[in-house]
Structure formats: C-alpha cells, structure tokens
C-alpha cells in the first residue's frame, strides 16, 4: 500500500502467485487475478513475478517504508525470516528511512467488525462442540495419547471421505465435525492449500519429507 503515491495505480497492489498446470496438479487450484480481487476488493493485481520491478519504481517515490518485525514479548527468533530478508533487500536501495508498522497493526487488531466477532464465536463454539465430545471420553487412568487419538481419530475418517469423493466414490464413514475441526491446522499449516489424497496426488512435502522424520521436523 502506498496511499500517498502520484501514480493512482500504486496506491493499492495485490501480488499474487501466477499459476500454471503443473501447480494446479501438485497443488491444488490457484486465485486467478478476478478471484483476487473479488476476495479483496483490489483492483490493481499483479504476478509476484512483477514483485521485485514495480516495487523499484514505488521506492523512488518514496521518503520512507514501514516495516514489519515479530515485536511480540514472547518472541524469540534466531534465524533470518522472510520478512528480515524483504528489509534488508529494501536496505539496499537506498535513501529510505524506515519506520515500524506494529504499533499501527497493533492497533488495527484490536478493532473487530461484526464479521470477525461471528467467526470467533463460531470458532469458540466449534471447539467448545469438540472438548465436550472428549469429555466423555475422559476418565481416570486415560492417556493424553488416548484423548489426542479421539481427534486424529475422527481426522483420518474425514480425509478418507473426501478422498473418496474426489475420485466419485460414495462417502463410507460418519464423521463427528466438531472433532475434524480441531484438527484443520493440519491442512493450514502442513498440506497448506495442496490438500493432497490418498488417491488423485500426493502431497509435496510429504514427498520432501521420505526419511524418518521427528516432532521437531513437523511442528
């Protein structure tokens, strides 16, 4: 976002990643540049290929960027991420003063419209719906194993259900949803938007990761 810009199409920017067979395949279907800006609102969509050139052309307008650092209290990363590498290409140019973005998204987290209030009740309520599933099942002398294998339980029996109609199978497993649900990070952070199957793909990182791995290597 550059709202003070003289050129009207650099107020406002979208990037996102072109697509193309071959990613459809390995991962999944792809915004097209009229999804994105159905979703968003913005006008001005670009390939992430164009990143790197349009941003150039932004920067001699500029006097200063704001940035964006992990300034949380708890935080404590050791390695370079993908933000810190973004800075120091900005370094690079030359001529900017730079100011911090977190006091104003700070703020801007704070402030929830009706929108974001509704899906955090029903987030609340889903998991609500899925702790009061286990409780049942929780008694002295069950493992914290055993109530995780509740959830995973019911994960692996709604993975297989939409394996199976994805190839035009009938569906063979009743499914607890309020469970499946406290196991949606898996597809997030995991499988990301591959979600691949048993059956059509297979999942890249599952590809990546053919050796023994650990907890460490997951999570």
């Known amino acids: ?32 540049k009229s999804d994105a800006f159905e979703i968003s609102g913005i006008k001005n969509v ?27 209290y708890r935080q404590n990363v050791q390695t370079q991420t993908r933000e810190d590498r973004f800075i120091e290409k900005l370094k690079n140019f030359g001529g900017l003063n730079f100011k911090k973005s977190n ?15 509704n899906l955090i009740k029903k987030a609340c309520h889903i998991t609500k719906k899925g702790f009061e599933r286990v409780l049942g099942f929780v008694k002295p002398g069950v493992w914290e194993y055993e109530i995780e294998a509740e959830f995973s ?13 994805s190839i035009g199978v009938d569906k063979i497993f ?5 469970l499946v649900s406290e196991t949606e990070w898996f597809d997030d952070e995991i499988i ?27 999570f």
Do not use: C
């Open 192 to 218: 990301g938007t591959k979600h691949g199957d048993f059956f059509v793909k297979r999942s890249i990182n599952y590809s990546k990761r053919s050796q023994s791995i650990t907890s460490d290597d997951l």
């Open 103 to 117: 006091p104003i998204l700070q703020y801007q987290r704070s402030v929830k419209d009706e929108i974001e209030l």
């Open 1 to 32: 976002m550059f709202p003070d810009s003289i050129n009207e199409n650099h107020k406002e920017i979208l990037f996102i990643r072109e697509t193309n067979n071959r990613i459809v395949h390995w991962e999944g279907e792809k915004l097209t």
């Open 174 to 178: 009743d499914v607890d949803q309020s």
């Open 46 to 72: 670009h390939w992430l290929s164009e990143f790197d050139e349009i941003l150039s052309k932004i920067l001699k307008e500029a006097d200063h960027v704001y940035i964006n650092t992990n300034e949380h």
């Open 153 to 165: 339980h019911e994960f692996l029996k709604n993975r297989f259900n939409k394996s199976l109609e």
